[in-house]
């Protein structure tokens, strides 16, 4: 059974403090012989991306590794994408292209989705240790790009999906099973707009995608701003 822990906070602002230096100590630690990092999309936890890029402190370590939990299918220089949102970070990380796993959107989007999931495998089976995973959560109760029972079926046996999104786009997502490897899933959640999706993961609500999304994670934390 998956045990949340739920962590509240008064204001976004106290929330992105708390994720700036979590994750900072994520990035700079190794916890395995290849560390790695799942950053996540979505507007919050931009603030601490941003904060943790203008640090000029912030520590390096040539082993680590970036991967992220969904991508828009569209260009990599698009504001939509969530690579391109996060770059300010990677840059300030200095990392080699080798060593940000990142969804090749100038591929196909089925390709894509092939070829993402080739790199996981390979990260995985050369021993990588995912230690820090972010995860959103939609006002719908989705998380990464998983958004109902039909992807949750769809990604049976794969690491990475290619998406068609309720608001018309493509995307490619992690699965469920990538998400079973990460040991520190958090969910990093702003509650406004979202209280009825966050009421259903504090009551652990079977029926809710993300929740069902981390069943093969034995601990997963909420990180919570704005919530009753």
């Given at each position: 059974m998956t045990?949340?822990?739920t962590r509240r906070f008064a204001s976004g602002v106290e929330l992105e403090s708390a994720l700036a230096e979590r994750l900072a100590r994520a990035l700079a630690a190794p916890g395995a012989a290849i560390p790695a990092v799942m950053l996540s999309g979505g507007r919050t936890p931009l603030p601490?991306?941003?904060?943790?890029?203008?640090?000029?402190r912030?520590?390096?370590?040539?082993?680590?590794?970036v991967l992220f939990t969904d991508e828009r299918y569209v260009p990599g220089d698009s504001p939509a994408s969530n690579y391109h949102q996060t770059r300010p970070l990677l840059d300030a990380l200095a990392l080699?292209?080798?060593?940000?796993?990142?969804?090749?959107?100038?591929?196909t989007l089925e390709e894509a989705a092939r070829d993402y999931g080739r790199e996981l495998r390979a990260l995985l089976d050369a021993g990588a240790?995912?230690?820090l995973g972010l995860l959103g959560l939609g006002?719908?109760?989705?998380?990464?790009?998983?958004?109902?029972?039909?992807?949750?079926?769809?990604?049976?046996?794969?690491?990475?999906?290619a998406v068609q999104r309720p608001d018309g786009m493509s995307a490619v997502s992690v699965t469920p099973e990538?998400?079973?490897?990460?040991?520190?899933?958090?969910?990093v959640v702003d509650a406004e707009g979202k209280r009825d999706a966050v009421r259903a993961l504090l009551a652990q609500n079977s029926g809710l995608t993300a929740w069902r999304a981390v069943q093969g994670c034995p601990?997963?934390?909420?990180?919570?701003?704005g919530g009753e």
């Open positions: 045990e949340l822990l601490a991306y941003r904060a943790l890029a203008a640090e000029p912030l520590a390096r370590n040539a082993a680590l590794r080699p292209a080798s060593a940000v796993l990142r969804v090749r959107t100038e591929l240790g995912i230690g006002a719908d109760g989705h998380t990464a790009s998983l958004f109902g029972q039909a992807d949750l079926e769809r990604a049976r046996g794969r690491l990475a999906l990538l998400l079973a490897q990460v040991a520190e899933p958090v969910f601990r997963v934390e909420l990180w919570l701003a």
